[in-house]
């Protein structure tokens, strides 16, 4: 099979929200479609991919670098032995002549075009793409459900008590157990009335709640809040310092006895090796949040579960943060801890497919060839106007 052809895009994912570092008013997003030469139904096999949310397209990278390396190299070279497309060999081929280290946005760029190869790899086998990692990267099997959580209770203009309440009881009606709020965007005061009236919605069970800073504290503040809100039994305490501040990670989990979750911002095997070395995470507790849209892919997600198992963290510790249907197949074929979802922000791109139901918080994989964005009408509409 051979790459025909590759469509690069950018769409908004704005909104009026902030979380306690940035707000989401000009935030956009890196969308992709690799056009095959393999016709199924008198119709090219097309992958799609996407740069997850969070950190803004990479549509430069894309187009100056990581495509034209992929487009420009010999066929064969994207194929393993069995002559199906190899997301690992395109990953050597588009990361030629990059400098380790630095990841930046080349990062993401890479983790758009693994997306699609993945997507398109597992179109051509004609399999649900956990089925075709399991196949090929797992233990040949998969969950049949994945734990997710209902992440937003963001920051908004106006957004009231009551309104932060409403927004949780959606997401219990959705059929959440556990749901996730930002703090770190007001002061503590202010922050403890919105997490007890949350907790109000929850029955006073800490346990079904995730707190997320961004990365905003210093020390002093991530100690504090630490204090304050021990006492909760929260779910977790998210991204308290700044990502790559390990020392500060490592000093808050001496302190705070409760899980602690981070990684969302570590883009590279590197830099998670760092954070399991140095950030003094507990691998009875801690949950570990690195997103494979945003780091360079599956193929680099894959050498992180290696990393992980040799220092003696299992794969149900890591629950990828952003939200998407990439990531849901990943949950379910390596056998993580879970996957975030978004019902309700970065539309199109957020969330499952339209008739993905969630139960007793767990969401079940369907069986739509691929990734599956076929199933989310909206967002197929966006990604099949790339290549029409
Ligand atoms: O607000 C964001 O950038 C998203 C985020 O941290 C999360 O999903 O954990
Ligand atoms: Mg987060």
Redo the contacts with the bound molecule.
């Keep these: 099979m051979r790459i025909v052809s590759a469509h690069e895009g950018v769409i908004p994912i704005s909104s009026s929200m902030s979380?306690a570092f940035?707000d989401f008013s000009t935030m956009d997003c890196s969308v992709l479609a690799l056009v095959s030469d393999v016709v199924v139904d008198g119709q090219p096999v097309v992958g799609y991919g996407f740069n997850s949310?969070?950190r803004y397209s990479a549509g430069e990278i894309l187009r100056r670098r990581i495509l034209p390396r992929l487009l420009e190299a010999d066929p064969d070279s994207l194929l393993d032995a069995d002559g199906g497309l190899s997301p690992s060999a395109a990953w050597d081929v588009v990361m030629r002549n990059e400098k380790p280290g630095g990841h930046g946005e080349r990062s993401v760029a890479v983790g758009v075009v693994d997306m699609a190869l993945h997507d398109l790899a597992a179109k051509v086998a004609g399999v649900p793409l956990h089925r075709w990692i399991a196949d090929h990267y797992g233990d040949g099997g998969s969950d049949e459900s994945v734990f997710v959580y209902a992440?937003g209770g963001?920051y908004a203009p106006g957004k009231t008590l009551g309104d932060l309440q409403d927004e949780m009881r959606g997401f219990l009606d959705l059929g959440y157990e556990v749901v996730?709020m930002?703090i770190g965007g007001a002061d503590l005061a202010e922050d403890l009335r919105r997490i007890e009236a949350v907790l109000e919605v929850l029955g006073g069970d800490g346990s079904r709640l995730a707190v997320?800073v961004?990365g905003r504290f210093d020390l002093d503040t991530a100690l504090a809040y630490g204090r304050a809100i021990d006492p909760y039994g929260l779910f977790w305490y998210?991204?308290v310092g700044d990502p790559l501040d390990y020392h500060l990670n490592a000093t808050l989990a001496e302190h705070y006895r409760g899980p602690i979750a981070t990684g969302?911002n570590l883009f590279s095997l590197q830099d998670a090796r760092n954070l399991v070395r140095y950030g003094g995470l507990r691998p009875d507790r801690d949950w570990i949040?690195v997103d494979p849209a945003l780091s360079y892919g599956l193929v680099e997600y894959r050498r992180i579960q290696d990393m992980l198992a040799q220092h003696g963290w299992s794969s149900r510790r890591c629950i990828p943060?952003?939200?998407h249907q990439f990531s849901l197949h990943i949950a379910a074929a390596l056998r993580l801890g879970g996957n975030?979802s978004?019902p309700g922000e970065f539309q199109p791109t957020g969330g499952f497919a339209d008739d993905a139901a969630v139960e007793g918080g767990r969401v079940r994989l369907d069986d739509r060839p691929g990734i599956g964005f076929e199933g989310k009408a909206a967002f197929h509409r966006v990604l099949r106007q790339l290549h029409a």
């Design positions: 979380n940035i949310n969070g992440a963001y996730k930002k997320d961004n998210e991204e969302e949040q943060h952003g939200g975030e978004y």
